[in-house]
T-cell receptor, first 116, second 116 residues
Framework: GAGVSQSPSNKVTEKGKDVELRCDPI?????LYWYRQSLGQGLEFLIY????????KSGLPSDRFSAERTGGSVSTLTIQRTQQEDSAVYLC??????????????FGQGTRLTVV | AQKITQTQPGMFVQEKEAVTLDCTYD???????LFWYKQPSSGEMIFLIY??????QNATEGRYSLNFQKARKSANLVISASQLGDSAMYFCAMREGGAGRRALTFGSGTRLQVQP
């Protein structure tokens, strides 16, 4: 696609349920990132994928959070047993090969998750 | 320790005037890239400008310029001739090369309000 696509755009879930958020990066982009942004706050790094390398999971806040990237393209962020503090906008971004420092990241529109 | 520090939570500027948004960074890696993104109230993340650590000249993109002072580890964004549409959150970000994190690390942001 022309840009980074995220789905759903909005998700309301009950506390304790599992949710899956999807990210479809720009074709040809080998790097993919997930960030979380709480209301009025900055972007909190969650996880980073680069090609076939092991992902950098250092930003995942707990073992309830996991992500995978299938075939080097689409990525799914899964949150198990959701809590109210998980409510935030989840942003996905992709970029060209990130072994260089320069490639800019293109962001999706985000998924607004509300846990009630 | 914070990798990216933005010390101005909010800034006001009169329309048509210039404004500087501060950003300092912390890295021991000689290779890194610095980015500025704009996030309007719609929530999208818009790339503005990039500066590489080895770039000899300050980056410019239209009304945006980056005042890069390597020794001070600062990468301030200068917006000239402010417009009402410049009202938004502005985030400074860094990607480290070498053994550092490849994902973008973001500052906490500065909310800019342009007044008529």
């Amino acid at each position: 696609g022309a840009g980074v696509s995220q789905s759903p755009s909005n998700k309301v879930t009950e506390k304790g349920k599992d949710v899956e958020l999807r990210c479809d990066p720009i074709s040809g982009h080998t790097a993919l990132y997930w960030y979380r942004q709480s209301l009025g706050q900055g972007l909190e790094f969650l996880i980073y994928f680069q090609g076939n390398s092991a992902p950098d999971k250092s930003g995942l806040p707990s073992d309830r959070f996991s992500a995978e990237r299938t075939g080097g393209s689409v990525s799914t962020l899964t949150i198990q047993r959701t809590q109210q503090e998980d409510s935030a906008v989840y942003l996905c971004a992709s970029s060209l090969e990130a072994t260089l420092v320069g490639p800019r990241a293109f962001f999706g529109q985000g998924t607004r998750l509300t846990v009630v | 320790a914070q990798k990216i520090t933005q010390t101005q939570p909010g800034m006001f500027v009169q329309e048509k005037e210039a404004v500087t948004l501060d950003c300092t960074y912390d890295t021991s890696d000689p290779s890194y890239g610095l980015f500025w993104y704009k996030q309007p109230s719609s929530g999208e993340m818009i790339f503005l400008i990039y500066q590489g650590s080895y770039d000899q000249q300050n980056a410019t993109e239209g009304r945006y310029s980056l005042n890069f002072q390597k020794a001070r580890k600062s990468a301030n964004l200068v917006i000239s001739a402010s417009q009402l549409g410049d009202s938004a959150m502005y985030f400074c970000a860094m990607r480290e090369g070498g053994a550092g994190r490849r994902a973008l690390t973001f500052g906490s942001g500065t909310r800019l309000q342009v007044q008529p």
